[in-house]
């Protein structure tokens, strides 16, 4: 199947009533080929049992050694005529090239962390004789190949490949006036794309390891008697357990590392914790499968957790609860 979809991509160009070339995001389109599927090819792995936010409970599918699920609108895990192509329109398009990890296909130069998305203020292509370079063929193979990779068309519907379903623990400041200034929520994650590289999901447990989420829960409350912790979330319906196979400590590791990160960007960092500093980056956004990467993790934000945000710092006192019970194999 052949579709149009809205793209941004790169020029160099001369601007008007500047001789001084520069770099402009611009809008554009592209024809994209999507492989079909029968319906029939994908069986249910898992039933995400929990409503968040606007979405219904949803199922999860598995083929060929990976989940997929249905996609519409910035979420993936909505049923089929939720993720009908002729609901689709061109803000969901948007959100749909967003949401797969613009990285993997924008040019090379367009670091991960700069792009906040598709929106308004985004150039029209300039006049053709004041373009220098053009990153549009670029821009289209690179998501061409992931569209063929990550993306089947399903009886009309828009089908994802998915990180597995697992349960999230998240820590945050929920201060006001009347309320506990930490509040802790268990619930079932949303799920992720596979392609995706963001690091925004906090403590992750396995599908298969709600008792591992309802103990991460009960210790929190020890470490902050005064927060507010929500009820544990509603298991899975775990339909092919044999699917599931990650560990999440490495991910919650990063995760709460890039977290500390960047609130402590939010001060000023004192010159003899730079270095620790510029080391958390690199681990956690450059080094996911180098050997030990938890433990050096552990080793450098030892060091620095200290400056980052109270729900932060408890965040990761939960982290080294899970990390000393840990089997060796996982840490190392």
């Known amino acids: 199947m052949l579709l149009e979809l809205p793209i941004i991509s790169q020029i160099i160009a001369l601007m008007p009533r500047d001789d001084t070339p520069s770099s402009v995001v611009v809008r554009d389109k592209g024809v994209f080929e999507f492989t079909e599927a029968d319906p029939k090819e994908f069986a249910p792995a898992v039933i995400m049992t929990e409503r968040i936010g606007n979405r219904e409970p949803a199922t999860v599918y598995w083929k060929e050694g990976d989940f997929w699920a249905y996609y519409t609108g910035g979420v993936p895990g909505v049923d089929a005529d939720e993720a009908q192509i002729a609901k689709a329109d061109a803000f969901k398009w948007h959100w749909f090239a967003s949401v797969i990890a613009p990285e993997n296909y924008l040019f090379s130069h367009f670091t991960s962390g700069t792009f906040g998305g598709f929106h308004s203020e985004v150039e029209t292509i300039p006049k053709r004789d004041r373009i220098i370079e053009n990153y549009r063929d670029l821009v289209v193979g690179r998501m061409q190949e992931m569209f063929a990779d990550n993306v089947r068309i399903v009886d009309g519907a828009l089908m994802l490949k998915v990180k597995e379903p697992a349960y999230g623990l998240y820590i945050r400041n929920g201060a006001t006036k009347k309320a506990p200034m930490v509040e802790c929520y268990p619930t079932q994650a949303a799920v992720s794309p596979k392609v995706s590289r963001g690091l925004n ?22 470490i902050a008697p005064a927060a507010a912790v929500s ?47 510029g080391l958390l980056y690199e681990l956690f956004e450059h080094q996911a499968n180098v050997p030990g990467i938890v433990d050096r993790l552990v080793d450098v934000m030892s060091r620095v957790v200290h400056l980052a945000d109270l729900e932060d710092r408890l965040a990761w006192e939960l982290f080294l609860e899970r990390y000393d019970n840990a089997p060796i194999s996982i840490a190392f």
């Open 201 to 222: 999901n906090g403590h992750l447990f396995s599908a298969l390891d709600w008792d591992g989420l309802s103990d991460a829960a009960r210790i929190f409350r020890k």
């Open 231 to 277: 009820p544990d979330p509603p298991k899975m319906d775990i339909l092919m357990p044999e699917a599931f196979t990650s560990e999440h400590l490495t991910y919650s590791a990063r995760s709460l590392a890039f977290m500390a990160y960047r609130g402590m960007g939010a001060r000023t960092i004192a010159e003899r914790h730079m270095a620790d500093y």
